[in-house]
Nanobody, 111 residues
Framework: QVQVVESGGGFVQPGGSLKLSCTFS????????IKWYRQAPGKLRELVAH???????NYANSVKGRFTISRDDSESTVYLQMNALKPEDTGIYYC?????WGQGTQVTVSS
């Protein structure tokens, strides 16, 4: 049974930083590309960042230069370092591979 657990969300002021973590179990993690999505209130879920099993990364234009996705295959964990946060980054952040989703972690950016 595959489990996906996100953590690291919270409340931060504009310009602040957060680091999200997502740990997988029940699959051969090093074989999978992993994606981070977010969903703001009243909006569709959007892809934020993507990392392949070989470490290639890609980002939404809205977060390029501010967010960094990385992975530690020994820990079956993917990270999302978020810097220079803006109020529009507020939302629930989910990680995903194939049909597997976590429960999400809330990020709120507000003064």
């Amino acid at each position: 049974q595959v489990q996906v657990v996100e953590s690291g969300g919270g409340f931060v002021q504009p310009g602040g930083s957060l680091k999200l973590s997502c740990t997988f179990s029940g699959l051969l993690f090093n074989l999978y590309a992993i994606k981070w999505y977010r969903q703001a209130p009243g909006k569709l879920r959007e892809l934020v960042a993507h990392i392949t099993n070989t470490g290639y990364t890609n980002y939404a234009n809205s977060v390029k230069g501010r967010f960094t996705i990385s992975r530690d295959d020994s820990e079956s964990t993917v990270y999302l370092q978020m810097n220079a946060l803006k109020p529009e980054d507020t939302g629930i952040y989910y990680c995903n591979t194939n049909e597997y989703w976590g429960q999400g972690t809330q990020v709120t950016v507000s003064s």
